[in-house]
Structures are given as C-alpha cells and as structure tokens.
C-alpha cells in the first residue's frame, strides 16, 4: 500500500475490545444499554440536512425483548424518494468539486468518532436493535465501521496517485477519477452496522451523492450512523436517510434517468429483481448503472479425514452459531468424514449445550434472537420439516419459542441425501446441515460442494493433509470468493480479508478493497501536447 500520500494516515485495524467481567468498557458498554432501553426514542428521516416526521410510525424493539419498545421511526412514501433524490442531486456539484482531501477528512473524522466518542452508544444500539451480542457488537458496529472508514480512505489516496507514465517527450498524460453522474442507491442489511454504514459511506467518500434506505430492523443503529455522519461535518444532502417500502423506492428510483448505480447487500431473489427492472429500464438512464451487490450464502466446511476435531468442531459451532447463523458467511452446510463423525457430534452436543440463550443485556449469553417474526417462521418451518422427513435426522437441538423473544436453539441437522433441501437453501438462521461421507469419497465430494448450491461466498476446508488442502483449494476455486484453511468460514477483516462472493452470491466487488471503490468512479484520461505539430505531413512523405 502507497504510504504518506498526501500524509493519508497509515490505516491499522481497530483494537477490540473484550469486555471481560471487571473491564472498564464493560461497565460502559452497560450504562449505554440501561439508557438506551430507558428512553423511547423518535427517529426521523434525514434529507438534505433536515429531519423529516410523518404521521406514520414504526415501531422498533428488541428481538429478544420484542414487547419492549424502543423507540418509533417516521415511515416516508414516494414523495420522500423523490425528495431525496432532489437533495442528492442539488448537493452534487459542491460535494464532487471539493478538494479529495477534505472528504478524506469527513470519513476520518466519523471514524475517530465511532471508536470514541459514539462506541458504546452504537455498541448498545446494534445489542438491542438487531440482537447481537457485546463482542459481536463490539467487532461489527465500533470496529468493522471504523476500519471501513480508515483504510478506505487510503485506498481513495492510492487510487488518485495512480496515473499513466509521462514515457512521451513533450506530452503530459494523467488520469482524472470522476464521480458518477447521477445519484447512487445504497440498499443495506440488518445484520450488520458496518455494513449498513459502509455502503452509503464508500459511494460518498468517491465525491457521489447518495439516497440510503436501510433494512426496517436496522433502523435503530442507522440512526446513530446517521448522526456520526453529521457530527463528522459530512454536508447535508450528501447522504439522505429515509425509510421506505422497497417497492415505493424501486418505483421511483429505477424509472429515474439520473440514477447512476446501486450498492446493495441482501437476499440473491431481491438483487435479480433489481437488476431485472434497471434492465428493462435501461434506454431511460443517462449513463449505464453500476449494480454492485453482496448477496445470498450457503456456505461451507469441508473436513477432510486427517482434520483436528477441535479445530473441526470449534469451526463449526462458531461459524455456524455466532450471531444466530445470520451472517452472509455463515458456515450453514458441512461435509464430515465418516470416520470422524461419531466424535464429532459428541464434541458438538457438550458444547452446544453449554451455550446460554437469551438477551443481550445479559452478557454471558452466547446466543440471542434471530432478528424478527418472519425470520424465525422462516427457519423454525425447515426445521419442523427436518423433524418428519426420511431424508434428514435433527440431531443436536430444534426447540425454539417467540413468546418473549424470536429464540432458536442451534439445531444440527443430520441429511441422509446430498441434495436435501437445507444442504442447498439459504435459511439465514442457527441450523447447520451435515453430510457425513465415506473417507474413500474424498474426490467425489469435492465435486458435491462445489455443485449442490447456486451460492459461492465462504468456504473453509479442515485439513492436516497438505495435499489435500491443495486439492480443495483448486477444485473449490469458483466455490467461494473468500477461502478458509483451518479456520472457520466467517469473520473477514478489512484490509486483510477484502468480502464478496460470486455465482449467486453476488458481483464479488470486495467490500474494503480498492476494487470496490474503484466501481464508484469514472475514469477520465488526459493528454496533453506541449509542442503540437503544426504540418500534417509525415516525415515518410518526402
């Protein structure tokens, strides 16, 4: 990386914090939550600096807790899309014009923000908006965020130092990056904070305007993205938040001839319809749309028979549990040796029956809610299903209840056909699906992982055999866009592990890379002649 251009501060990954029993940021962390949960808050939307109310509320509340209410938000309509599309469009010019450097400093002001002053608020939000427990919390919403801000900074720097050599006397070539024209679409997730921030946040550090609607169940810690943004000194209009229904934005977003690009992460069927309607609307646009998304998951390990169960087990029931299983990179199917099952699932039961399941308030829980109603519906129908097939077996788990909050215990499902459903579906939830194989069928599964699902973004194979690490390594190469050896198949870190996946999964523009900030310019190439030729006659003429 390209150090001390225009003195960009070096980027590092921000610290994490334990909040161990004892610690400081622990008792801060619990203060934040006692007068998040003691306050009702009133969210509005934000467009062009103003903060927008309705005659129409939201309500907002724990998944965990789901008859507390936390606060309500100010639902907008068409009208507030085009509002804010207006907005964006008459900041443009002053925000693409200033000088790199000052929105350089807009995002590294935010940053030092979110690790300081705004961390144990957007902490304690992320806790009780989307369930997630401290340490999670911890890594996503003050960390993640942090880190996205900081090293995509010095990307930008290192994209505008990149310019065409002068290897032509008298002639001066350059490269300028350009803003799109137009506005950008920033359509984010519940699951995590720094995503939700990022993807508004990398489009504007580029010099684009931007019309943000988050998922409904992030709203609570959008909120405070939203106000870091301002406090930071980003200027009003640059970035507008609404809430609004899906098809209210796609009405009028995709129908509008300055729409310029979408940064999206959610579900693969939401991301086709999409890119469907920006196809069928495309003679409408001024200039071709960039359609970057991050999409659906059915990810993978791989144990091969010379695995370290310990490293084996405590890379699935970390990958597959941490969060509720509501990760895109979420270790959702794995492929186990015969040989090693049986011990396998014995270390899977003692340790899935240690875990402790509720609040996040309580931090010794290691797991919480699934994030709402239609969610839990969702996952608790595959596993009922599993319960009275012939097909599949559920082995460790399948209770669940939504009386209080939207509670599943981590459910292992043993399938008993390769091709079952939840071996090749996308549940977004605790369950974890395992084929066990005959050793002797190593090459042959290979094969199974790589075709059973449409999905392609984490994988991880478990292996003391180098060779066989190899052969995983080649023969998966188009099954997942980030790969895990002896690992779990979660937790990319920017600036080490650049995110994304392919096939179904996705454009696979690797979030917190260079690569993905580069889709939000337009290169512009330069030459110009110090000493023109004045005669059209080439010298073989004479």
Same mark, same amino acid.
């Given at each position: 990386m390209l150090k001390g251009f225009f003195n960009v501060p070096a980027p590092v990954n921000e610290p994490v914090n334990s909040y161990a029993p004892g610690t400081k940021e622990r008792e801060l962390l619990e203060a934040a939550i006692q007068r998040a949960r003691a306050e009702e808050a009133d969210i509005p939307m934000y467009i062009g600096g103003k903060e927008v109310r309705t005659d129409k509320k939201g309500k907002l509340a724990p998944p965990h807790d789901h008859q507390h209410t936390l606060g309500y938000y100010h639902e907008g309509g068409k009208e507030h899309v085009a509002q804010a599309i207006d907005a964006a469009l008459a900041a443009k010019a002053d925000w693409e014009n200033l000088q790199w450097e000052q929105r350089a400093a807009v995002?590294?002001?935010?940053?030092?923000?979110?690790?300081?002053k705004y961390r144990y608020r957007i902490n304690a939000a992320t806790m009780l908006g989307q369930s997630k427990n401290a340490y999670q919390a911890e890594i996503d919403a003050a960390c993640e965020f942090t880190d996205f801000l900081r090293f995509n900074v010095a990307y930008m720097s290192e994209i505008y130092a990149q310019q065409p050599p002068a290897n032509s006397k008298g002639v001066w070539n350059r490269v300028e990056q350009r803003p799109l024209e137009g506005f950008v679409f920033a359509l984010t997730p519940f699951n995590f904070t720094?995503?939700?921030?990022?993807?508004?946040?990398?489009?504007?550090?580029?010099?684009?305007?931007?019309?943000?609607?988050?998922?409904?169940? +992030?709203? =609570? @810690? /959008?909120?405070?993205?939203?106000?870091?943004?301002?406090?930071?000194?980003?200027?009003?209009?640059?970035?507008?938040?609404? =809430?609004?229904?899906?098809? *209210?934005?796609?009405?009028?977003?995709?129908?509008?001839? *300055?729409?310029?690009?979408?940064?999206?992460?959610?579900?693969?069927?939401?991301f086709q319809n999409i890119w469907k309607t920006i196809g069928e609307n495309i003679h409408q646009y001024k200039t071709y749309p960039r359609i970057v998304g991050e999409t659906g998951g059915k990810d993978f390990i791989l144990a091969h028979p010379s695995a370290n169960l310990a490293v084996l087990n405590t890379a699935l029931v970390r990958g597959a549990f941490e969060y509720q299983g509501q990760k895109c990179s979420a270790a959702s199917r794995a492929y186990i040796p015969s040989s090693l099952w049986d011990d396998l699932k014995s270390r899977m039961e003692t340790d899935i029956r240690s875990f402790k399941i509720g609040g996040t308030e309580h931090f010794g829980n290691f797991i919480n809610a699934v994030i709402d109603e239609k969610a839990f519906d969702?996952?608790? @129908? #595959?596993?009922?299903?599993?319960?009275?097939?012939?097909?599949?077996?559920?082995?460790?788990?399948?209770? #669940? *209840?939504? $009386?209080?909050? =939207?509670?599943?215990?981590?459910?292992?499902?043993?399938?008993?056909?390769?091709? #079952?459903?939840?071996l090749s579906e996308e549940l977004f939830g605790p369950v974890l699906t395992i084929y066990v194989y005959e050793d002797a069928k190593w090459a042959e599964t290979l094969k199974l992982v790589d075709s059973t699902s449409i999905y392609a973004l984490t994988g991880a194979i478990i292996a003391q055999d180098r060779y /066989?690490?190899?052969?995983?390594?080649? /023969?998966?190469?188009?099954?997942?866009?980030?790969? =895990?050896?002896?690992?779990?198949?979660?937790?990319?870190?920017?600036? +080490? +592990?650049?995110?994304?996946?392919?096939?179904?999964?996705?454009?696979?523009?690797?979030?917190? $890379?260079?690569?993905?900030?580069?889709?939000?310019? @337009?290169?512009?190439?330069?030459?110009e002649t110090f000493n023109p030729d004045t005669d059209y006659r080439y010298p073989f003429l004479g």
């Open positions: 995002f590294l002001k935010a940053a030092e923000l979110a690790s300081t720094a995503i939700a921030g990022n993807l508004p946040a990398c489009v504007a550090m580029m010099g684009n305007v931007v019309v943000w609607k988050p998922s409904n169940t +992030q709203i =609570y @810690s /959008a909120n405070v993205l939203m106000e870091i943004f301002k406090e930071a000194g980003l200027p009003d209009g640059v970035i507008n938040l609404i =809430y609004v229904s899906g098809p *209210d934005a796609g009405d009028v977003i995709f129908k509008h001839p *300055d729409f310029a690009g979408i940064h999206f992460t959610g579900s693969t069927g939401v969702k996952i608790t @129908s #595959y596993i009922d299903r599993a319960k009275d097939s012939a097909d599949a077996e559920v082995v460790i788990g399948g209770e #669940y *209840d939504k $009386s209080k909050g =939207y509670f599943i215990h981590p459910t292992v499902i043993l399938a008993k056909t390769p091709d #079952y459903e939840t /066989a690490i190899e052969e995983a390594t080649h /023969a998966l190469r188009n099954a997942a866009g980030n790969f =895990y050896i002896n690992d779990k198949c979660t937790g990319a870190v920017v600036g +080490q +592990q650049p995110f994304g996946g392919a096939r179904g999964s996705g454009t696979n523009d690797k979030a917190g $890379s260079m690569i993905n900030l580069l889709r939000w310019v @337009s290169p512009r190439t330069i030459k």
